[in-house]
């Protein structure tokens, strides 16, 4: 991508840090899609699909699994598949789930979310039992499951550490609670841990994970559960108008990235500590490096407004978000060590005052 000029050196090549969502397909994975077997998968005949739904199952340690278009579907559909119109699910303060998913939770389904506010997006197994509601109190609504973020956005790509996981599934499980898991990096924490995905998806009874992110492939994101949940899901999608015909062009992306790119996740959890270390270093950053585990860096600024210095950036070839008082750039597919290292460069000029 061919960005805004560079006064000593001409035309540069633009630095996307504003998401691991905004990766491109590779050669291969495009190769993978143009020769996919194809089928109509409304009616199950689909074989790429099928493919990339037993593989998601078998990576997660399911029974089943629904390729769905987004990470937000599959994480309606997992709510959905979980909890009934009038009830609670209880949900960590600033989860995607609560915060960033058009409350669809509570629009289609009915499904009101109990906010616990967690530690850099972690709840404790105490915080999650004295925000389940007494069943004996017709006033309060029943709580039916639990959804838990891994790794965390907000958070700034937080990992749930297995104890705290195991803690809050006891809780779960002594009230005959659900657990949802949106792990729509659940390979970066998998990498991050040095643990095979299912160990954390264990904890779950329905997972969401995106192979549009971290991954590379250009859509997608695939829920995992029981047997039954997933067909439960599967009658949400449908209604939702998800029901997909030939998806196995984008299953097999999909299938490729699952094949090829999950290791590769460590390369951007590398990159993701040079950059936090080196913002460290900046005037007027304050960041908390024990946060950067994966390959979210967030960020504060002491000395300017987060838009304001994003813009600067953008102005010099660097993209990244701003929400609230806070920065965010995220390492992918798409970010080599010496993009990191002209991304710090642009940062330090912007807040040297020098842009
Ligand atoms: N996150 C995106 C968007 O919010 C823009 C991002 O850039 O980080 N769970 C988590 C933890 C997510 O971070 C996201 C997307 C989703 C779910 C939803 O996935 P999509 O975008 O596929 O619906």
Known sequence: MVGPGDEHNGPVVTIDLRSDTVTMPTPEMRRAMAEAEL??????????VNRLQERAAALMGKEAALFVPSGTMGNLLGVLALARSGQEVIAEAHSHVFLNEGGGAAALGGIQIRQVPGTAGVMTAEQVREAIRPLDDVHQPPTAAVCVENTHNQAGGVVW??????????????????????????????????????????????????????????????????EEAIARAHRWRKALGGG?????????????????????????????????????????????????QTNIVRFRLRTMAAPVFVEACRGLGVLGGASGHGVRFVTHLGIEPADVQRALAVCARVLGGRC
Request: aromatic share 4%; proline share 4%.
């Open 39 to 48: 089928g109509d998968d409304v009616f199950g005949e689909d074989p790429t």
């Open 244 to 292: 997909w015909r030939e998806a196995g062009v984008l299953a097999a992306a999909g299938l490729w990235a699952l094949d090829h790119l999950v290791d590769r996740l460590a390369e951007d959890h590398a990159n993701a500590r040079t950059l936090a270390e080196g913002l460290a270093e900046l005037p007027g950053v304050e960041i908390d490096l024990e946060r950067v």
């Open 161 to 226: 550490p297995l104890e705290s996981l195991r803690a809050v599934r006891a809780v779960a499980d002594e009230h005959g609670l659900a657990i949802h898991m949106d792990g729509a990096r659940i390979f970066n924490a998998a990498v991050a841990l040095g643990v095979p995905a299912q160990e954390i998806a264990g904890h779950a009874d329905t997972v969401t994970f995106c192979l549009s992110k971290g991954l590379g492939a250009p859509v997608g994101s695939v829920l995992c559960g029981s």
